[in-house]
């Protein structure tokens, strides 16, 4: 029987606060045996992954997957190569984009959709510092905003 929706595996919570994201694609990912079922499992580390555009081709590096617990001597390697599944014009695309300067592409999240593996996979472009502080401060006082409008419509204040 096959699962239907969405179920997500792991998220890289740190890309949206390291990164402007610029676009989003949703690819497919080559895995071996053992990593779905590692992954059926709920284990898996975006922490430290990227993806490169090598001969036409794109790579996800660093993604952590551990040894599945009941794999025999048919086990992965937990942090190889994986290549990932675009359509060739999205492929181009990411090349211009990537060889423009100063775009990267990151794993925003990893999830079964209907069975099959897929990583969002976004271009995106380092913020420095100062940005990143923008950006807390835009969300704080976002935040102290609507909290200041809920208590008015309670009549608190």
């Known amino acids: 029987m096959k699962e239907k929706g969405r179920k997500v595996i792991a998220t890289n919570r740190k890309a949206r606060h390291n990164y402007t994201i610029l676009d989003v694609y949703e690819a497919g990912i ?7 079922k590692s992954l059926r499992e709920g284990k898996a580390s975006l922490v430290d992954a990227f993806a490169t555009v090598d ?5 996800l590096r660093s993604l952590h997957i551990p040894e599945y617990t009941q794999g025999t001597w048919t086990n992965h390697s937990p942090r190889r190569t994986r290549k990932l599944l675009l359509h060739k014009r999205e492929i181009e695309h990411l090349v211009g984009k990537t060889r423009e300067g100063n775009q ?5 999240s990893m999830y079964f959709s209907d069975g099959k593996v897929k990583v969002e996979l976004a271009l995106a472009k380092g913020k420095q ?6 950006d807390l401060a835009r969300r704080t006082a976002e935040r ?4 200041e409008l809920g208590r008015r419509v309670k009549g608190m204040r």
Not at 30 to 36: K, S
Not at 55 to 59: I, N, R, S, T
Not at 129 to 134: I, L, S, V
């Open 129 to 134: 510092d100062y940005d990143k502080r923008q």
């Open 144 to 147: 102290e905003v609507t909290r």
């Open 30 to 36: 080559a895995l071996v045996g053992t990593e779905v």
């Open 55 to 59: 001969d036409g081709e794109v790579w």
């Open 104 to 108: 990267t592409l990151v794993p925003l």
